[in-house]
């Protein structure tokens, strides 16, 4: 660590390492879209490789599940081989494994493929976190905080518009082909750039092996959990009511592990500092907020609009383009206000945001979502940077490298989570919504019959005979539509009470010095 402190101490960096630093958090960028690229091209993908649609979903659940494993582990690694040589291994096998994945004939050799990818490409992500504390100094690292900030939120909003857009002008291979020149040239940039640190060799000899396997049995079967879990009823299933007992005893295993090695596969010690434990909350409920609202509100439109996937992607667009036009704007006023306050302020916008998009009707489109969700894209922005700050800004530099695997861990977490508590409440609401409505078309009220002769009537010069039965499935789907519309609107509103909950923890933070790190707070 000591090749670390002239960089964190320097007055300014020079172009070489800046050059690095864009590389890194390229290839961050890179990691992130492909948990969503894939996400509006499944059933193209499932064409290709001649499989059913359940089988297709271990596409991208693949990928989840070997990156949250790797996300925590990467830490360790880069203590033992250095971020220059794990970052650029990282960068190079994703690189490979993209190309493997794009060439694959059969969904066996796609999955594999797919968790090589997961696995090896999940270390780039939370090595930017550590680097930019190690790189750059206190009055720069505001900077480079927005700049991950916004890598590590727009990469999960625009990856199924970009994926989408991919497979309708070329094919379903160019969502992993892609990624090859731009994987080989993030490899090559820094390996020749990036020198922040010197590998600790004597660490191997210490490895915990068992800590591992421990970790990626608990997160490898918590990840499925959570995926699988709202598809196939919880435990109603035979795979999930078991991998839930691993994930259980895997879960003991390994948290016995990490609390009395000396040196654990995961220093779960991180957590004693008030900041850092409190940021990993803000990073979970950051979790749920970013990838819940990517993923509900393109079903919204998708199931209910009936839009395709570049449809989607116009009206989501301007959460981007929010993001980017906030970020200039969110370090400044990182780098000279209490990042407290802006963190207040971001969760509060948030919570506006996800509570004004709760007012979805079948008719909305993007007159009535610009504005909710171009003030997400503000919000995410100013939420990010000062959570990013808060979390690591106080951590010793000894401990930065396994926080940031942590706190990573935590945003991903809170994703999983969220999205399974997305589709659960989905299903539950809408049923229940559907029964209330059900319960009230019932033809002792004149205007149910009056509808449906009315729907009949129009039908019946293309119809004839089976007008009748026509309108009455009108009138069903009329009723699914409505409740599937509902039950979204409850579950915005969930997701915006979890933002209003998290604010009061803001009065537990201390404040990094000068928007800076090194164990310092004050």
């Known amino acids: 660590m000591s090749a670390a402190a002239p960089a964190a101490q320097s007055p300014e960096m020079p172009l070489r390492a800046r050059l690095g630093f864009m590389a890194m958090v390229l290839g961050m960028f890179m990691a992130i879209l492909d948990i969503q690229i894939v996400s509006a091209s499944i059933a193209e993908i499932q064409a290709g490789l001649a499989a059913s649609p359940d089988e297709a979903s271990w596409v991208q659940t693949s990928y989840l599940i070997a990156e949250i494993v790797m996300i925590p582990l990467s830490g360790f690694l880069s203590r033992l081989l250095s971020t ?12 490979l494994f993209s190309l493997a994945c794009a060439m694959a004939s059969n969904l066996g050799t796609m999955i594999v493929f797919r968790a090589a990818q997961g696995f090896i490409g999940g270390a780039m992500i939370p090595t930017v976190f550590a680097a930019s504390f190690l790189m750059f100094p206190g009055n720069k690292r505001a900077g480079a905080t927005v700049i991950i900030g916004l890598t590590a939120t727009l990469a999960p909003t625009i990856g ?12 379903w291979h160019w969502l992993f082909l892609i990624n090859v020149p731009i994987g080989a040239l993030i490899a090559f940039a820094v390996w020749n750039t990036v020198d922040i640190d010197r590998p600790d060799r004597s660490l191997l000899a210490r490895f915990d092996w068992w800590g591992l396997l421990f970790m990626a049995a608990f997160l490898g079967s918590l990840e499925y ?35 009395t090695r000396a040196e654990p596969i995961v ?86 945001a996800i509570w004004q998009t709760a007012q979805l009707t079948a008719q909305s489109s993007f007159p009535e979502l610009a504005f ?40 991903n977490a809170g994703g999983a989570i969220g999205l399974a508590m997305i589709n659960t409440l989905v299903t539950d609401r809408s049923y229940a919504h559907r029964t209330h409505m059900a319960e009230s078309l019932n033809w002792a009220r004149p205007y149910v019959g009056e509808y449906q002769s009315t729907l009949s009537a129009a039908m019946a010069g293309r119809l004839g005979g089976a007008s009748d039965i026509a309108a009455l499935a009108r009138i069903k789907n009329l009723v699914v539509q409505q409740g599937l519309v509902l039950a979204y609107n409850d579950t915005l509103l969930l997701m915006a009470g979890c933002f209003l909950l998290s604010m009061p923890l803001v009065l537990l933070l201390q404040r990094p010095k000068k928007a800076g790190g090194g164990g310092e707070a004050h």
């Not at 199924?160 to 094919?171: H, I, M, R």
């Not at 795979?239 to 390994?254: D, E, H, I, Q, Y």
Request: with cysteine; proline share 5%; net charge positive.
């Open 84 to 95: 220059r040589v794990l970052f650029t291994a990282s960068a190079a096998g994703f690189t």
């Open 160 to 171: 199924p518009t970009l994926g989408g857009w991919l497979t309708q002008s070329f094919s």
């Open 225 to 259: 959990v959570m995926e699988e879990g709202p598809r196939w009823d919880w435990l109603a299933d035979e795979t999930v009511r078991n991998l839930s007992l691993v994930a259980a005893v895997a879960g003991v295993l390994f948290f016995w592990r990490a609390l």
């Open 267 to 352: 220093d779960l010690r991180a957590f004693r500092n008030r900041n850092f434990a409190i940021g990993c909350l803000f990073s979970f409920t950051v979790g749920i907020g970013l990838y819940g609202s990517v993923y509900l509100l393109p079903l919204f439109l998708g199931r209910v609009r009936g839009y395709n996937s570049m449809q989607i992607g116009e009206v989501m667009f301007i959460t981007g383009v929010c993001m980017f036009c906030t970020a200039p704007f969110a370090g400044r006023l990182l780098a000279r206000t209490d990042p407290r306050l802006m963190l207040a302020g971001g969760l509060l916008l948030f919570f506006v």
């Open 372 to 411: 909710p969700l171009g003030l997400r894209g503000v919000a995410m922005m100013l939420t990010m940077a000062p959570v990013n700050q808060i979390a690591l800004g106080t951590m010793p530099p000894a401990q930065l490298k396994g926080a940031a695997g942590l706190y990573n861990l935590m945003r």
